[in-house]
Structure formats: structure tokens, C-alpha cells
């Protein structure tokens, strides 16, 4: 009897079929659900960089162009400034309003425009020109009464011609400083008084163009004056036209740092041995 249920027992196969739980099927649904999720954002991720490296370039490209451009029209004051530059060097195709007088001033070597401070002397009511470019202080002959004779000494214009001077006068400024500013001006035949850097080193006064005032350090007080675009009328007392000029005037900024950065470029390449 036992040999008979043994047999039929192995004769009978049982299928089991092993069942997954409900638990690990749903985390599987919700993981294939969150990597669907975050394909999709890198996807979206990876159009908006491209979108924007696309942008930079064009907005680069542009750039360069504007300032190949600028490059081409621009000195390299008025590039770099703009119109707060204060020296120009020809060619220039900066334009501004600037108030050119009808007379002819006196000028540096280069024909400069900018804003310049005028201050007012609260005795004589006279308008000084405040330039630091200019060596000396120069008085208009023409304000003065007296016959004056022509010294030997000699100023000059942009063209390198002689302005005449009249030999000097003691002047007393009253600028507002409450300070004695006394100095001996040239007497010159130009056509604005100017104050110069020998007069401003002198009583260590500071030139503020943004708040159109001359500053004092030693008693804290500024004279307010008008700052406005002319010709600068820079005095100097060494004429323009000798071969050190001459060899500045060939060789513009521009090609200064071209030959600069060959020089650079030629470093870089260059390679030291050590043996």
C-alpha cells in the first residue's frame, strides 16, 4: 500500500509559480516614473544651455565687431573715456558739443578737447582757466594798463610759433580758500588767463572736474567754479617740434601695443634649456 502512494505521488508534477508582492511592483512603477521625470528636465536642461552658449556667441561676435569698429573710428582716449576724456589724438571721429572760441588760443602740442574749470577771482571778477597741462600761470597783456615791453622769454603754441611775454606780475587770488594765494603770473599775449601747475603745486590744490571745484587740503574748503567743453590752451615752455616729439607724434599708442604684444607673444613661445 505504501509502495502504491509513493508511486502515484511521483507521478503528479506541481507548477508553482512564485507570485511577486504588490509592494515591490508599485516602487518599481514609481522609479520607471521618476527617471522618465528627470530625463525629460535634462533633456529641457541641456536645449536651455545650448540656447544660451548659442546667444553668448552671437552676442560675443557682435561685440567684437562694435569694437573693431569703434577701434577703427576712435582714438584711444575717446574709446577708453569717452566724452569724459581729456586729451583727443587725431584722427579722432568723436563729436561732441564743443564750444570752440573765435579767437585762437594757445595750445598743446596736439589739438585737445575736454572739460575744463573755470573759477572766478572774488576781487577782480576775472575768469581763470584751471589747466594742469599748462607749465606755467599766464595774464592777459591786454588787462593790464601799463606799457609792458617783450621779454626774452619764451612760450609756445601747438604749431611750435613763439608767443611773446611781457615779463611777470605778482597777482593775490581770492578763490574762497581763506588763504593768501599769491604768485607771479606770466604776462602773456594769449587769450584767457590760466592757472597753471606750477600755480596749483604751489598752494597744493586739487582739481575736481565731477564737482567742478578746486579742492584745499589745508583749510578743507573748495572754490566752486563752471566746468564746460573748450579748447584746452596748455602753455608750455619747451617748444613741441623737437626730434623727441617728432619720434611720439610717428608712433601712435596703437602701434606701441601691437609691437608690446609681439614681444609678449614671442615670450610665450620661447622655451628655456637646461642643460
Not at 20 to 41: A, F, G, H, N, V
Not at 117 to 144: A, E, H, N, P, W
Not at 265 to 270: A, G, Y
Request: with cysteine; aromatic share 10%.
Amino acid at each position: 500500500m505504501a509502495d502504491r502512494m509513493h508511486e502515484y505521488n511521483l507521478g503528479e508534477v506541481a507548477a508553482v509559480k512564485a507570485s511577486k508582492p504588490e509592494y515591490c511592483t508599485s516602487e518599481l512603477r514609481e522609479m520607471k516614473l521618476q527617471i522618465s521625470e528627470l530625463s525629460e528636465q535634462v533633456e529641457t536642461l541641456n536645449a536651455r544651455f545650448a540656447s544660451l552658449n548659442a546667444r553668448k556667441r552671437h552676442s560675443r561676435s557682435r561685440s567684437e565687431s562694435r569694437n573693431r569698429e569703434r577701434n577703427n573710428r576712435l582714438c584711444f582716449y575717446h574709446y577708453k573715456f569717452g566724452d569724459r576724456a581729456h586729451k583727443c589724438i587725431k584722427p579722432c571721429s568723436f563729436q561732441n558739443n564743443v564750444v570752440k572760441p573765435s579767437e585762437i588760443s594757445v595750445t598743446s602740442e596736439t589739438l585737445v578737447y575736454g572739460r575744463r574749470l573755470y573759477v572766478q577771482d572774488r576781487i577782480t571778477k576775472t575768469q581763470f582757466l584751471v589747466d594742469t597741462g599748462s607749465d606755467v600761470s599766464c595774464y592777459l597783456k591786454s588787462y593790464l594798463s601799463e606799457v609792458l615791453k617783450l621779454q626774452g622769454t619764451t612760450l609756445f603754441a601747438a604749431n611750435g610759433s613763439h608767443i611773446k611775454t611781457f615779463g611777470s606780475k605778482l597777482l593775490s587770488l581770492d578763490l574762497g580758500l581763506q588763504r593768501k594765494l599769491q604768485w607771479p603770473f606770466v604776462i602773456a599775449d594769449i587769450t584767457k588767463p590760466i592757472i597753471g601747475a606750477d600755480f596749483l603745486q604751489q598752494f597744493g590744490l586739487l582739481v575736481d572736474l565731477k564737482k567742478r571745484c578746486l579742492l584745499d587740503p589745508i583749510t578743507n574748503l573748495k572754490c566752486m567754479g563752471r566746468a564746460v567743453f573748450s579748447e584746452i590752451p596748455n602753455v608750455k615752455t619747451i617748444s613741441g617740434n623737437s626730434e623727441y616729439h617728432e619720434l611720439l607724434n610717428r608712433y601712435t599708442l596703437n602701434s606701441i601695443e601691437r609691437f608690446l604684444d609681439s614681444k609678449r607673444e614671442r615670450m610665450k613661445n620661447f622655451s628655456f634649456s637646461i642643460f
